[in-house]
């Protein structure tokens, strides 16, 4: 069977356009998956138990159920609860940075632990609160340990980011069967699609190893 290089050359706009999605969520999710992650890690080592167990509770259900059923629980059963239809994106967008929050909780809670314990205290012996401890000291440095993690889960979430194809949201994964329903070619489709997944990969992957060579 010879490959048909002129219906991949024609598909190539619309692939771009469903790479370009996918981009856009993975970024949003894990940015805000970032600013969840930090809060919900300093929970985790709170000295405060109703901040500690809440937080410990969100880490373990998240990690512990597939994003697929957390983006059903969104779309599907969400609505129920409040009695409005949730349009695609944001479920997308929710389900995947909840998901990524979980994730991304456990990369700072370590990467915060990893800082000697005797810089918090020259912290406090000069007279900083803990939230000044917390931002100018501790978090700084953390956030320097945690990029390669976080790297990791951005390529993760980008990834992931196909199972949304499933509420109908046309990222690249559902661009590609929209494809392949009107023309077939899933040979041709499926390899294009995946090769478009590797570049983007690995282009982030050598950016990450950039900024964890530029801040060593």
């Not at 998240?62 to 009695?83: C, D, K, M, N, S």
């Not at 559902?174 to 040979?187: E, N």
Request: aromatic letters at 12%; one cysteine or more; glycine letters at 6%.
């Amino acid at each position: 069977m010879t490959p048909d290089y002129d219906l991949v050359l024609h598909s190539l706009p619309l692939l771009g356009v469903g790479a370009l999605v996918t981009l856009q969520i993975s970024l949003v999710s894990v940015a805000l998956g970032v600013v969840i992650g930090l809060l919900v890690g300093i929970c985790e080592i709170s000295r405060y138990w109703w901040l500690r167990y809440p937080a410990k509770v969100y880490v373990d259900f998240i990690r512990g159920t597939p994003l697929l059923v957390q983006i059903f629980i969104i779309y599907f059963a969400l609505p129920i609860v409040i009695g409005a239809r949730i349009d695609p994106y944001v479920a997308a967008v929710a389900a995947c940075s909840i998901n990524s929050g979980a994730y991304v909780a456990e990369i700072f809670r370590a990467g915060i632990q990893s800082i000697d314990r005797g810089q918090t205290e020259a912290g406090r012996s000069l007279g900083l609160t803990w939230y000044q401890n917390m931002r100018f000291i501790v978090v700084p440095q953390a956030f320097r340990r945690i990029i390669p993690q976080l790297g990791n889960e951005f390529i993760a979430m980008l990834k992931d980011s196909s199972l949304v194809s499933v509420i109908g949201f046309e990222e690249l994964t559902r661009k590609g069967q929209l494809i392949i329903a009107s023309t077939y070619a899933s040979l041709e489709i499926w390899v294009t699609v995946a090769i478009i997944y590797l570049v983007m990969t690995l282009s982030i992957t050598r950016f990450v190893a950039w900024l964890e060579k530029k801040y060593h």
